[in-house]
């Protein structure tokens, strides 16, 4: 199984910044892509942005010019920068994967989530 730890949300008034991380980890052999996706109460699940194993990147419009994502493919952890964030930006943040992975010793693929970590912008 692939598992995935994420890691630095918490509490940010408008305007400010937060950078989150998520770190893949088990018998993985290739991750082909990685994104954030955040869910507000309420509300579905959306994508925030994503990085291909080529480094192509993408963003929800809302983001684009104030998120960055990047990933350190030697550590299987992807980033999401987050600036100038928005009181409407309060939501759980949940950390995708996908690729493959060694599962009872054969090549699988694996699209795996994480637990998530909270974003809370408050003024």
């Known amino acids: 199984q692939v598992q995935l730890v994420e890691s630095g949300g918490g509490l940010v008034q408008p305007g400010g910044s937060l950078r989150l991380s998520c770190a893949a980890s088990g018998s993985i052999i290739r991750i082909n892509a990685m994104g954030w996706y955040r869910q507000a109460p309420g509300k579905q699940r959306e994508l925030v942005a994503s990085?291909?194993?080529?480094?192509?990147?993408n963003y929800a419009d809302s983001v684009k010019g104030r998120f960055t994502i990047s990933r350190d493919s030697a550590k299987n952890t992807v980033y999401l920068q987050m600036n100038s964030l928005k009181a409407d930006r309060t939501a759980m943040y949940y950390c995708?994967?996908?690729?493959?992975?060694?599962?009872?010793?054969?090549?699988?693929?694996?699209?795996?989530w994480g637990q998530g970590t909270q974003v809370t912008v408050f003024s």
């Open positions: 995708n994967a996908q690729g493959s992975h060694v599962l009872y010793g054969s090549t699988q693929r694996f699209q795996s």
């Open positions: 990085i291909t194993s080529g480094g192509t990147t």
